[in-house]
């Protein structure tokens, strides 16, 4: 008498789902949690848009701008974490969007998924190349960081992902899980090079400290450095650009000359 096969519960919910189980899982669980680690890309994500940040926003953009949206990506990862759970198929968001709601919003959802993947693939891969060919230019001289070859690498990146893609899903699965503590140790690593390799860092401001208010020095001052005119103020409600601020009650005027007025 032969035992009854084991009956498996994700097989199951696919069959009340409407679907029969022909995709093999070779992949841990581990490496599950590394190829969505990967996507998220600490080092890719954070240090390509860092000068944006930087420049537009400031450290406060970073500080505390890069945390705070973290909680609301969060959240919408937990959500997700909630349909998949519920409905664990391969077609992804685009078919629980079929059957929540209607198939025409399973086609939207599908195409606009499509274009998101292509674009993130793309500007990845473009990242990659673009640090390529700066690095390539730094150990070989006669390497020309130009934007042709940054381009040339860019389609030999997109080409080796997708032959991997299509005829090696174990070396995905091990590189994924390479992926995982590169990243780790990688962050961990340009944190403590930023901590600890510059000789000085930014000093904290006190609190109530004036910003910008040191006193002009005639010449020598940076903003009316290169500009004409003689020091004086307007209308007594203090100096302008190209002039020294007005004297204190009781003590001579000293011009940019150093002579006294």
């Known amino acids: 008498m032969t035992k009854p096969a084991p009956v498996d519960e ?18 841990s669980g581990f490496s599950n949690f590394a190829i969505s680690f990967s996507i998220i890309s600490i080092l890719a994500g954070c240090f390509t848009t860092f000068g944006q940040a930087w420049n537009n926003g400031g450290p406060v ?29 391969a077609g992804g968001i ?5 059957k929540m709601g209607r198939p025409v919003h399973g086609w939207f959802t599908g195409w ?21 060919n700066i690095t390539l230019s730094r150990f070989f001289t006669g390497w020309d960081p130009s934007l042709t070859n940054a381009f040339i690498l860019f389609a030999v990146i997109l080409v080796l992902h997708a032959l991997i893609n299509i005829f090696s899903h174990r070396l995905i699965s091990t590189l994924q899980n390479v992926s995982v503590w590169w990243h780790v140790f990688g962050a961990a690593v340009v944190v403590l090079i930023l901590v600890f390799g510059p000789d000085s860092h930014q000093s904290i401001p006190r609190p109530g400290a004036r910003r910008g208010s040191r006193r002009c020095r005639g010449r020598r001052c940076r903003r009316h450095r290169g500009r004409r ?3 004086g103020s307007r209308g007594g409600r203090g100096p302008v650009l190209g002039g020294a601020p007005p004297a204190r009650q009781g003590r001579p005027r000293v011009l940019a000359e ?3 007025a």
């Not at 685009?94 to 079929?98: D, G």
Request: net charge negative.
């Open 258 to 260: 150093g002579r006294a």
């Open 112 to 132: 606009f998924n499509l274009i998101g993947l292509i674009a993130v693939t793309a500007s990845v891969d473009y990242g990659c190349a673009t640090f390529l």
């Open 94 to 98: 685009y078919w629980w969007a079929a």
């Open 229 to 231: 005119g003689d020091h």
């Open 10 to 27: 994700d097989a199951k919910r696919l069959a009340e789902l409407g679907y029969k189980q022909e995709l093999s899982r070779t992949w």
């Open 61 to 89: 953009a970073i500080a505390w701008g890069w945390p705070l949206i973290s909680i609301f990506i969060l959240i919408i990862g937990l959500c997700m974490s909630e349909l998949v759970s519920a409905y664990p198929t």
